[in-house]
Each structure stands twice: as C-alpha cells, then as structure tokens.
C-alpha cells in the first residue's frame, strides 16, 4: 500500500518536460492514483450504510433508538413522495439561502472598505473580533425579542453567523495583498480604482471565498439549531418534532436531509471557487 | 542604436535619502541616510548597471527613478523634467516575480496593455504575444505563473515591461533568484533585446561579473551613505558571437577592478545614523 511519503515525493515532470510530452499529460501512476481513489471512496460509504443497516438488525444497538438505514430510507420516500420534506426543505432553504446571500452581499464591500483604509480598519477591528467571538445561537434570544419569532429573526441570526467570517475574511484577503503587486500596478501607474477591480480584488478572491465556506456550513447549523427553538417548519423543527412523537426513522430521515443540503452546499461553493480559481495549482 | 549613446538619459543631482527610523528600546528618532550626494547620468539608450554590496541603497535608487518615491534632496531627472511620479516612459522590472498569479503569461503581459490602454482587445492580444516571442515563450502564452520556471516567469516580466515600450527599462537585480545557467542565458537574452529595441536599461546587481557583462558602464555604490564612487567604462568585444566573453583577460580586469572598489571596507552602522536633536 502506498505510503503518504511514497505518493507526495514522486517524481513529477518539470514545466520544460510537461510541455515536451504533450498537453495535458499526468504520469501513468497519476492516472492510476485517482481512479483508485474514487473507487475507495465509494467502498467507504458502501460499508458505513452496511453497518447502519446490520447493527441495529442483528441486535448490536437498539434499533428503537437506531432505526436500520432501510427503515431511513423508506421514512424518506415517505416524506419525499407526500411532499412533506419539500415543505421542510423549502422552508430552511428560503431563510439560509435569504441570509447568506444578504451576508455576502453586505460583508464584501463593507469588508472591502474597512480594509482599503487602515485607520478605519483600526477603529473597528477590536469591534468586530468581539462580535466575532459571540456565539451567533447565543444571541438567539436577542434576536426574537427584538424581530419576533418569525422568519425576520430566522432571516437575520443566518446573516448574522455568516456576516463574520465573510467580513473578516475579506478584510484579512484585502490587507493581505502582494506588496510587490501593488508596486508593479502603481509603476503601470493604474488609478487606485483600476488597481483594486484588477488586482486587489482577483487577489483576495481566495481568502474571501474561504469566508464564503465557512459562512456556508455556519447558514445550515444556526439555522437548524434556531428551527429547533421557535418554528412551525423547516428542518429543525422536522428533527425535533419526529423525536418528539417517537418517529425515529422520520428523525433521522431529516438529519439525512440536512447533511444532503450541507454537502450540496459545500460541493456547490467549491465548485463556484475553483471555477474563479482555476489559476491555482 | 548604441551610436545614440551620449545625450543624458536620466539625471540624479546630489540626491540624498533619509528614512526615519526608531531602534528598539530607544525613544529618541533617528535618521538613517540611505543615499547621501549621489550623482548619476545615464545615456540614451546604453545600458548602465549599478553595481554594490548588499544594503547599500541600489533599489533606492531605482524606486527613485521609477517616481515610487521622491528624494528628501536633490534632483531626479529624465530628459531634463523632474520625475514626479511613476510614468509609462519607464517600465520596471523587479527582482520578486511580480506577476498575476490569476492571469497567464500572455494575459499577464496584456494587464500592462490594458494599463496604457487605447488599443482594442484584439490588438493587445496581438501585441502580446509579439512580446512573448520576443522572450522565446510562443509556447507558453496559456500557461499560469504557477506553471511556469522562475526563468520563464522573468522573461514575461520583462516582456510585460517592454511591451508598451518604454523608453527607460529599470530592472532590480531581475536575475537574482535564478540559477546561475539561467542567469547567464537571461543575460545574453536581455543583451539581444536591447540590441533589438535600443530601450535605455538601467541594471542594478549585486554580482561583479553580471555588472561588466551587461554593462556598456558600471557605476560601482559604496555602502552607507550609498553613493556612487567610481563608474567604469566597459570596452569589450561583443560581436564576436558565440565566444565567451566572460574568459577573457579583459573581462577578468574589469571584474578585478569593479572588485577592488567594493572590497573598501564599510564604516560601521553608527557611524551614519545622526541622532535628531
């Protein structure tokens, strides 16, 4: 079995070589690596379903409380067919989607200007690490005294947990820039506009988007915390309503559902990453 | 178009440059004079290296010239007018590989383009891979800088800093990171260009040998206060064509002498910082 010393110190091709041997060319045991690569990936989820499904069957752990995975699976096609998971899904996909998207919205100018001027930057970055550093669940009360317990206060703890890292993240990729970039923009003698639309910006990009994942994965966790609180839908109130009234396979088809929706969310912003960072190796 | 040589280029009159500094622990400010009555002239269109040791204020001088920064006195010129800021009459060239990461290497000499402006997309396309070719890279127009050697990276920098054809090209010990084969190709490369495009050069180095092979005259600095000392007219003979010039006697003589002017020993750091009153 390959080793990880094995697999990272392989030989590779230098740039001179690369091109000598054709476009787009990877050495056969590349080739060979990552075909084995997805067909173990795939084995490792096939046995996790496997021991979901045998465990609770042959009595390993009390399968009242864990449901074998058909039973899941059947309690979601259950939901999924009578529309009740749609209503959920729905639900939690308006107000994480809502507050995100008003997150990024915000936090990337905001970012951008807090960081184009240092003294600004000064003034507001203790600030910021305090808000930071308060837990968005924990200001959950605040928010449903403030806006209700409706969605403006579902709405608002999303844009909340996921403002921070969007922000700081974009301050952080903005402040952080290549010196000797701005050197080379300021001898082509580029407008402090041009310079940031052509190259402060292409060059944060990266770290913002890491603030973009992050704040992507923060969405779905506060939100589902926040339905298990104060709601009549979503997937939140799915999972604790069903553990409630003892419909376990329906719990855990729920929690399927939200880790679905947090790896198509995940998968979907790395997609969205690589696509503007196709530049990096 | 060495014939042209002659009429002064660029001027620096007396320049001096002091920074501010604070030592650690100590409360009081200092100054600390990086240049202290530097007098240089470079002609049109030769290319004159700046040769010293490490520190003593070679980059100075360039971020002077290229109007990144302004003298505390003294004069900087180019064809008589002071220099007051960074201008498309001067292109740099920076020891750091300076280019977009995010752009390839023909988009990156198309960022320059863009900079000037005034042709249209197709145009500058066109006009950058003429640049590309021009440092041997045809092959490599789609490659991102993270695909390319420290060498290749270079030749585009100098390709992106010739492309909109200035006429002063500053370069910041431009070679230094490479190793010592690519140095010298770069460096019979970069002879060939200026052949090519008469381009005033401005050189800076630390090396010996890489001052007297590119240099038609090398000003040697001596260290705090950077000043230039000595300049050196370099006669060698350059048409011969594949023969080594760097074996040669007269090479060997100039390298001995620039040598023995950097080889005076520098006074002490504390020497040249004045406590302010």
């Given at each position: 079995?390959?080793?990880?010393?094995?697999?990272?110190?392989?030989?590779?091709?230098?740039?001179?070589?690369?091109?000598?041997?054709?476009?787009?060319?990877?050495?056969?045991?590349?080739?060979?690596?990552?075909?084995?690569?997805?067909?173990?990936?795939?084995?490792?989820?096939?046995?996790?379903?496997?021991?979901?499904?045998?465990?609770?069957?042959?009595?390993?752990?009390?399968?009242?409380?864990?449901?074998?995975?058909?039973?899941?699976?059947?309690?979601?096609?259950?939901?999924?067919?009578?529309?009740?998971?749609?209503?959920?899904?729905?639900?939690?996909?308006?107000?994480?989607?809502?507050?995100?998207?008003?997150?990024?919205?915000?936090?990337?100018?905001?970012?951008?200007?807090?960081?184009?001027?240092?003294?600004?930057?000064?003034?507001?970055?203790?600030?910021?690490?305090?808000?930071?550093?308060?837990?968005?669940?924990?200001?959950?009360?605040?928010?449903?005294?403030?806006?209700?317990?409706?969605?403006?206060?579902?709405?608002?703890?999303?844009?909340?947990?996921?403002?921070?890292?969007?922000?700081?993240?974009?301050?952080?990729?903005?402040?952080?820039?290549?010196?000797?970039?701005?050197?080379?923009?300021?001898?082509?003698?580029?407008?402090?506009?041009?310079?940031?639309?052509?190259?402060?910006?292409?060059?944060?990009?990266?770290?913002?988007?890491?603030?973009?994942?992050?704040?992507?994965?923060?969405?779905?966790?506060?939100?589902?915390?926040?339905?298990?609180?104060?709601?009549?839908?979503?997937?939140?109130?799915?999972?604790?309503?069903?553990?409630?009234?003892?419909?376990?396979?329906?719990?855990?088809?729920?929690?399927?559902?939200?880790?679905?929706?947090?790896?198509?969310?995940?998968?979907?912003?790395?997609?969205?990453?690589?696509?503007?960072?196709?530049?990096?190796? | 178009?060495?014939?042209?040589?002659?009429?002064?280029?660029i001027a620096l009159r007396?320049v001096?440059?002091?920074?501010?500094?604070?030592?650690?622990?100590?409360?009081?400010?200092?100054?600390?004079?990086?240049?202290?009555?530097?007098?240089l002239?470079?002609?049109?269109?030769?290319?004159?290296?700046?040769?010293?040791?490490?520190?003593?204020?070679?980059?100075?001088v360039?971020?002077l010239v290229?109007g990144?920064s302004t003298p505390?006195?003294g004069a900087v010129e180019i064809?008589?007018?002071p220099v007051s800021?960074?201008?498309?009459?001067?292109?740099?060239?920076?020891?750091?590989?300076?280019?977009?990461?995010?752009?390839?290497?023909?988009?990156?000499?198309?960022?320059?383009?863009?900079?000037?402006?005034?042709?249209?997309?197709?145009?500058?396309?066109?006009?950058?891979?003429?640049?590309?070719?021009?440092?041997?890279?045809?092959?490599?127009?789609?490659?991102?800088?993270?695909?390319?050697?420290?060498?290749?990276?270079?030749?585009?920098?100098?390709?992106?800093?010739?492309?909109?054809?200035?006429?002063?090209?500053?370069?910041?010990?431009?070679?230094?990171?490479?190793?010592?084969?690519?140095?010298?190709?770069?460096?019979?490369?970069?002879?060939?260009?200026?052949?090519?495009?008469?381009?005033?050069?401005?050189?800076?180095?630390?090396?010996?040998?890489?001052?007297?092979?590119?240099?038609?005259?090398?000003?040697?600095?001596?260290?705090?206060?950077?000043?230039?000392?000595?300049?050196?007219?370099?006669?060698?003979?350059?048409?011969?064509?594949?023969?080594?010039?760097?074996?040669?006697?007269?090479?060997?003589?100039?390298?001995?002498?620039?040598?023995?002017?950097?080889?005076?020993?520098?006074?002490?750091?504390?020497?040249?910082?004045?406590?302010?009153?």
């Open positions: 079995m390959p080793s990880l010393l094995a697999e990272r110190t392989e030989t590779q091709l230098n740039p001179r070589q690369a091109q000598a041997a054709g476009p787009r060319v990877r050495t056969e045991r590349a080739g060979r690596a990552r075909a084995a690569r997805w067909t173990r990936g795939l084995l490792g989820i096939v046995a996790l379903g496997v021991v979901w499904q045998l465990a609770p069957t042959y009595g390993l752990v009390d399968p009242y409380f864990v449901s074998p995975l058909s039973e899941v699976g059947a309690a979601w096609w259950d939901m999924l067919t009578s529309g009740r998971l749609w209503e959920h899904l729905s639900a939690s996909l308006v107000r994480s989607a809502g507050g995100f998207l008003l997150a990024v919205a915000i936090a990337i100018p905001l970012g951008t200007a807090i960081a184009w001027y240092p003294p600004v930057r000064q003034l507001v970055s203790p600030v910021l690490e305090l808000f930071r550093n308060t837990a968005a669940l924990a200001l959950l009360p605040v928010f449903v005294l403030v806006l209700g317990i409706g969605e403006t206060s579902k709405i608002a703890i999303v844009l909340y947990a996921c403002f921070f890292p969007i922000l700081l993240n974009t301050i952080s990729g903005v402040e952080s820039v290549d010196k000797q970039l701005l050197r080379s923009a300021r001898v082509l003698g580029l407008s402090s506009a041009t310079t940031f639309r052509k190259v402060v910006f292409p060059a944060a990009l990266p770290t913002i988007f890491t603030g973009i994942r992050i704040a992507g994965a923060a969405a779905i966790l506060v939100l589902i915390a926040a339905e298990m609180i104060g709601a009549t839908a979503g997937l939140g109130y799915l999972i604790n309503y069903s553990q409630y009234n003892f419909l376990i396979p329906q719990m855990y088809a729920a929690i399927l559902t939200t880790t679905a929706l947090g790896l198509a969310v995940n998968y979907g912003l790395v997609a969205l990453e690589r696509r503007f960072s196709r530049w990096r190796s | 178009m060495a014939s042209l040589a002659g009429a002064s280029k007396d001096r440059q002091v920074f501010r500094v604070r030592a650690a622990g100590d409360r009081a400010a200092h100054e600390f004079v990086a240049l202290d009555g530097l007098d002239d470079v002609r049109e269109g030769e290319i004159l290296t700046l040769v010293g040791p490490s520190g003593c204020g070679k980059s100075t360039l971020d290229s990144l505390t006195a064809d008589g007018r800021g960074p201008g498309l009459d001067r292109g740099v060239v920076f020891q750091q590989y300076t280019l977009l990461p995010w752009r390839t290497a023909l988009g990156n000499i198309e960022f320059a383009l863009e900079a000037v402006g005034g042709r249209r997309k197709a145009e500058r396309r066109r006009v950058a891979h003429e640049y590309l070719e021009l440092v041997g890279l045809t092959d490599f127009a789609d490659r991102y800088p993270h695909e390319l050697s420290g060498g290749m990276k270079q030749r585009v920098a100098i390709a992106r800093s010739l492309s909109y054809q200035p006429e002063v090209l500053l370069m910041d010990e431009p070679f230094g990171a490479l190793d010592a084969q690519t140095r010298e190709r770069l460096q019979e490369e970069l002879v060939q260009i200026w052949r090519r495009t008469g381009t005033t050069i401005v050189f800076i180095t630390h090396d010996i040998e890489e001052a007297v092979f590119l240099g038609q005259r090398v000003a040697v600095m001596s260290t705090r206060p950077g000043k230039v000392v000595e300049i050196i007219n370099v006669v060698l003979d350059r048409t011969s064509g594949d023969a080594d010039i760097r074996s040669t006697a007269e090479f060997a003589a100039y390298r001995h002498q620039i040598w023995g002017h950097l080889r005076q020993p520098a006074p002490a750091y504390r020497a040249e910082v004045h406590r302010v009153a």
